[in-house]
């Protein structure tokens, strides 16, 4: 069974921001390059040749990062051609999360490789690479160290600060332990648990998650980055001392971010620098500005924020789109001017697929009980008001609105102001004893379809457990458990980055 495509529009499930970059909406034409589609590319190839890229560096440094796991020929052929300026590359990037965290992390990475491919199809003469940026220099720790699994919660507590990729995992052992009793028994379970016990016998987060994305992933070519990397930053110093020297960007951004004000909310919050200063355990706001010997001296000590490091990134990388969730579409659009003012070219921004996971027999129910997919957006107090309404037609509606016609019949024919008081009076005792009937019969006839109400329930749980959307906060495990490498094949097969649809997809 194919999967159901359902228009952003209907679901009212996007900012609007994200929405109407979609309808690709004037009002957002100065914020960003290049809309997402496939001939885009071609201009967008030859503005990035443009640009200087230290390629030799980049190969360099992807060799030294990636040469303790286990690549594939594809995935080193990919960092080999990276030399050449005929190839490009396609990124993505998510925290790093214990197991991968909830769904939409493989989703982007899905649509990230989907895309390359589709790329090469339209330029078969030019080569593209997905790559994955690891957040490793994030420090919130506890937006990272737990997933939801079965009911439960698997959470990793650790006293450890500052940037996550630097926390080492010699306490590690007993999460591996607790998940490994939920995961149960089978082939597909032993199989997850020998790739979760190689990725965490790393002596990082950073080097886990590098581990793990890699057996996912590696068959498909992907490359994995880290730009928690003192040669990568050494390119980046001369913006490093723009921002902690001189605040250079802060106007800049500023200046976007209010414009974008002006009718959308700005996502992240513009300050006069823009890095943060590492040390072992800690991570700190730059608030004094610095000697510039001391950031020559140790740019690894320095880290971009959520608004630089999108410079950092396409400074290093021949990139040519950036896939991200609605809220990094957002925050990416406060940033035009800044890649302005360092000539660098700004990205094809491209919204991650969304999706729900479902069954057939979950279509065929729905179907059934007489819903569309769209319908299970609204609240489950809503489902189950309009299943009852549909069954019995009880709604009084019609009655009510007959009966204002008759009050007003009334007042006509006596046309006294003297008597508007009393006749509006009993209109609305007579009106809320309708709507009064009309609560009493449905409650009624809830109670004759407490399967059918049992079962809507069941449904909206499953795509929004928690009351969140399922790819926000269910983690793949369940899912490959039961398929196995099939579950990802799937996704492969039917996420599109280029279709801006939500999709649904059946397992």
Known sequence: MSSIKIPYRKINFLSPLVQDYLSESTELSSFYGRYNTIDSFRNQME????????????VDVLKKQNQAIDLS???QSNIESLESTETFTITTGHQLCIFSGPLYFLYKIVSTINLTLALKEKYPSKHFVPVFWLASEDHDFDEINHINLFGQTIRWDSSQGGAVGRINLSNFSSVLEDLNLLMGKGQNAERLKAIFYKAYSSANLAQAT????????????LVIIDGDDVQLKKSFVDIMKKDIQDYSFYPLIASQSEKLSENY????????????????????RVLDRLDAKEIDSNPEKFSPNVLLR?????????????????AELSYWMQLKTAFKSEHIPFPILVLRNSVILTTPSQIDKINHLGFSFEDFFGSESDLHKKYVQN???ISLESQVESLGEIFHSIKDKFNDKVYEPMIDAEHQRQK?????????????????????????????TSFFPNRILQERYNNFIPYYLKYGDNF????????????????????
Do not use: W
Request: charged share 30%; aromatic share 6%.
């Open 73 to 75: 020929d594809l995935t």
């Open 310 to 326: 999108p410079l950092y990134q396409e400074m290093i990388l021949p990139n040519l789109a950036y896939i991200g969730g609605g």
């Open 47 to 58: 503005e990035k040749s443009q640009f200087p890229i230290d390629r030799m560096n980049l």
């Open 265 to 284: 909310k700005a996502q992240a919050y513009v300050r006069e620098c823009n890095f943060f200063q590492l040390e072992q355990g800690s991570r700190n």
């Open 210 to 221: 590098r581990v793990l994305i890699n057996e996912l992933f590696k068959d498909d070519g």
């Open 488 to 507: 990802i094949k799937k996704l492969k097969e039917e996420l599109n980055p280029l279709d801006t649809n939500f999709v649904v997809l059946p397992l």
């Open 391 to 393: 069954q019995a037609n």
């Open 432 to 460: 809320k004893s309708l709507e009064n009937l009309s609560r009493k019969l449905h409650k009624v006839e809830k109670q004759k379809h407490e399967v059918a109400l049992s079962q809507i329930s069941k449904i909206k």
